[in-house]
Every structure is written in C-alpha cells, then in structure tokens.
C-alpha cells in the first residue's frame, strides 16, 4: 500500500482571481448602500400628496373631536389647545409629533409619531352664552402659504358638524 502524498505548500491563488473578487464585493456594498440611502426619495421622501393629507384631515379632525367631547364628558369642560406643530406642516412633508404634548395627552388626542397637519381645538362662547368648540387641522399641501382649513364644530350638546373645508388643495 501506498500512503497518500504529503500536503506540500500551499499554491498560490491568482491575483486577477483575488481582485475580482474583491471587486464584485465592493460593488455590491455600494450598490446596497447607495439603494438604502436614496429608498427615502423613491418613495416621496417622506412626503403625502395632497390626497393622503385631506384625508388624514378628515379621520384626524374627528379623532380630536371625539377626544375633547369625551374630555368634557370626563371632566365637565372643554380644552382650548394652541396650534401645534408650529409652523404649519408644508408639502405634504412629515413632522414630529410628540406622546408628551401635555394639553392633546390631557385630552387622549394622539395621532401618531408624524403629522401632515397643525392641530388647534378653539372654545369660544355663542351668542347665547354656551360654548361652541372648533377642532381645526391644517395644511399646506403646496408650500404657498394658503392653508387648507378642516374644521368640525362641537356645540354644548356634543353635536359635532360634518367637516368643513377651506381652501382643500392648499
């Protein structure tokens, strides 16, 4: 019987074999880089068209209806909130919206992390002396300065309104 030949040194490997390997490895982190960097701009960078807003808009005008009627209900009054986020998001582009926001918290209002849209809830008194409420979001869907307005009023009764619009588009 004869014993297997003995392992010798190792031979040595191509250099255009190492480069090209090399290479093909390169090129793909950077291509992998380069798609995760620019996935933002293709989906909109971040930003809802003009429809996504109107409708955020309406679900978003209601939900903070619902949360001061019921905060009244709670409580036995209205909540006056200033506008928030200020300024007035623009072009559709995502803003943050903090949990910790101590007057729309208060009211149970969240309408997640990021907002399309400014959120103010007015309490004025009618002409009769009973407080009448406006829940407000706005937008400006295309950087003009003219806001689209979405108003609900809540009367003392807790009768809200449909959504009125000003200037839908903006």
């Known amino acids: 019987m004869s014993s297997p030949p003995e392992p010798g040194p190792a031979k040595a490997r191509n250099t255009g074999v190492r ?3 090399a290479v093909t490895v390169f090129a793909a982190m950077a291509a992998t880089a380069l ?3 620019q996935l933002p ?3 909109g960078g971040g930003a809802a068209s ?3 807003v109107a409708n955020e808009a309406r679900i978003q005008v209601l939900a903070l209806c619902d949360a001061v009627q019921g905060f009244r209900d709670e409580h036995g009054d209205y909540v006056t909130i200033a ?4 300024p007035v998001p ?3 582009e995502a803003v943050p919206f903090p949990k910790d926001h101590e007057d ?3 009211i149970g209002f969240d309408p997640g992390p990021t907002v399309h849209l400014q959120y103010e809830v007015r309490v004025e008194e009618s002409p009769v002396g009973e407080p009448e409420v406006s829940c407000l979001a706005r937008a400006d869907t295309d950087g003009d300065g003219l806001n689209a307005v979405y108003r609900i009023r809540l009367d003392a009764n807790g009768m809200t309104t449909p ?3 000003e200037h839908e588009g903006e």
């Open 41 to 43: 701009a293709m989906k």
């Open 83 to 86: 506008p928030y986020p200020v």
């Open 19 to 21: 480069l090209g390997i």
């Open 104 to 106: 729309f918290r208060r």
């Open 163 to 165: 959504v009125q619009v």
């Open 35 to 37: 798609f995760i960097t």
């Open 90 to 92: 623009q072009r559709g």
């Open 50 to 52: 003009p429809e996504q």
